[in-house]
């Protein structure tokens, strides 16, 4: 059933419908006030306004207070008033941890190695840089690496001329990867060549390095090299 009103029309109490889901209050305007005691909020077709300040405009939007706050400049506060211009989202906590959580429920039962539980990406919009514009740089991962759900962190990286790809990851045993994804041993690094897969340990002083070098061998002989050189 469809019903039309001209002129105004007062509602005590509430506006209830009861049935199915296809539920709607139109108006042929493009704008909407909604009036509790004070001043109106205005909804339109673009933006959220009333006169909650003295400009008669909100310029960001507050939900409680301080529980979710949005800045004209497009910046996010979670639980404060003013939230910093220097970064997007701005997380606040009195007397305890702030801390961000990505959860992945899998509904279909167990997660399977391979499957991403989260990730935090990095991307760039350079149209001078490989792939050109909007292209992912860098990337820490949560990955599923069994059928037990263990979990690893994969730390993945990119340059000016190749994709992004795994660097470094840390096993749910806790063995750390440099150069490989499959580490055996507490720190293992690989590498396609002898400086590539060298540990070098090193101190500058007074125009001097003395450098302790660690790796499979040393230039063209085939033994272990440990050795220290300035």
């Known amino acids: 059933q469809t019903a039309t009103f001209t002129g105004d029309v ?30 109106p909020v205005i909804l339109n077709t673009t933006h959220l306004s009333g006169s909650a300040t003295s400009t008669g405009s909100f310029g960001g939007l507050k939900i409680d207070g301080s529980t979710l706050v949005t800045t004209a400049g497009g910046n996010v506060g979670i639980g404060l008033t003013t939230p910093l211009e220097s970064h997007k989202l701005h997380i606040f906590e009195s007397n ?46 949560a990955g599923i690496e069994s059928t037990t759900s263990a979990t690893a962190l994969f730390f993945a990286t990119g340059d000016s001329s190749t994709a992004m790809s795994d660097k470094m990851m840390l096993s749910p045993s806790g063995k750390l990867g440099i150069g490989t994804t499959n580490p ?43 050795g220290a050189e300035s």
């Open 184 to 226: 055996t041993v507490a720190l293992d690094v690989s590498g396609s060549s002898n400086l590539s897969s060298r540990i070098r340990l090193s101190k500058h002083l007074s125009g001097t390095s003395k450098i302790l070098q660690l790796g499979a061998d040393r230039d063209t002989t085939s033994v272990p090299f440990i």
């Open 96 to 141: 305890t941890s702030a801390s961000i959580l990505l959860q992945r429920r899998e509904v279909d039962g167990a997660l399977t190695a391979g499957d991403v539980v989260g990730s935090v990406d990095f991307m760039t919009n350079d149209d001078s840089s490989f792939s050109g514009a909007n292209t992912l740089r860098a990337q820490i991962r």
């Open 10 to 39: 007062q509602v005590p109490a509430e506006i209830t419908h009861v049935g199915d889901s296809n539920t709607l209050i139109r108006f042929d305007t493009d704008q909407i006030k909604l009036q509790a005691g004070g001043n």
